[in-house]
């Protein structure tokens, strides 16, 4: 058995959590999410490795039409995505572009480049932060009232993307940093290089009707979303 826990958290919308070390020792665990269009479709934020597991579950999801990059340091997986599945779209920030190892790889949107508010055809809403450090995308799944994201919010410790291990969960030297943790205001304000942008697109993002957060790193927060994303950038929304 693999160390991925893959569940869907709502109708049509599958996780792939699993162990991940930040810098080989901090552990903010790793996730990527498949979600099934209204067309029967399938767009994808790759953000873990395509194991025999993950491919064989979103398989069954249906035909991977679009392949997501979350932000600038969510590109590692990108190139083997690709490779899986040819005939997709692939979109990312074009700060991620920029970082990618595999040159080969052609995009066919890029977050930063192309005109602010495009579409690219996958979404119900997104919004690009061009003012957060790692230029992040926000995703909401309307139907499901689920938002999607990397690195705007975290929620450590990684319960459940280490549960098929034997490893200890908790950050050395803080221990949890979730939305209402004294830390995690503290780290999205420095994490904000444009402060008026990220006044702008917070409140954006908070505007959005849904209930439940998908991070990248850390648990999913089931219920009460909105106030889990108010108290992470209180000092954005209180300006």
């Known amino acids: 058995m693999g160390d991925t826990v893959i569940r869907e958290v709502v109708k049509d919308v599958w ?20 979600i099934r269009m209204k067309d029967g479709g399938v767009w994808v934020l790759a953000s873990t490795p395509l194991n025999e597991e993950t491919k064989a579950r979103i398989d069954q999801m249906g035909p991977v039409r679009y392949i997501v990059g979350a932000d600038a340091v969510h590109h590692l997986f990108l190139s083997e995505f690709k490779k899986a599945y040819p005939t997709a ?12 190892a ?8 890029a977050w930063g480049r192309d005109p602010p508010g495009t579409r690219y055809g996958f979404e119900d809403e997104h919004c690009y932060f061009p003012g957060f450090f790692n230029k992040d995308v926000a995703f909401l799944h309307g139907e499901s009232k689920v938002l999607i994201e990397a690195d705007l919010l975290f929620n450590l410790p ?3 993307q280490y549960s098929k291990v034997r490893k200890p969960i908790n950050v050395p030297l803080i221990g949890s940093m979730g939305p209402s943790s004294w830390l995690h205001p503290r780290f999205t304000w420095r994490m904000g290089t444009d402060k008026e942008a990220m006044k702008r697109d917070v409140k954006t993002v908070y505007s959005w009707d849904f209930n439940k957060i998908i991070p990248c790193h850390g648990d999913v927060i089931e219920s009460d979303g909105k106030k889990a994303w108010r108290e992470a950038y209180h000092y954005f929304l209180r300006l």
């Open 89 to 100: 779209k692939l979109i990312a920030p074009q700060a991620a572009i920029d970082r990618v």
């Open 158 to 160: 990684c319960n459940e």
């Open 102 to 109: 595999d040159k080969s790889l052609k995009f066919d949107g």
């Open 15 to 34: 996780i792939f959590s699993r162990p991940f070390t930040r810098s080989g020792f901090v552990p903010i665990g790793g996730r990527s999410t498949a």
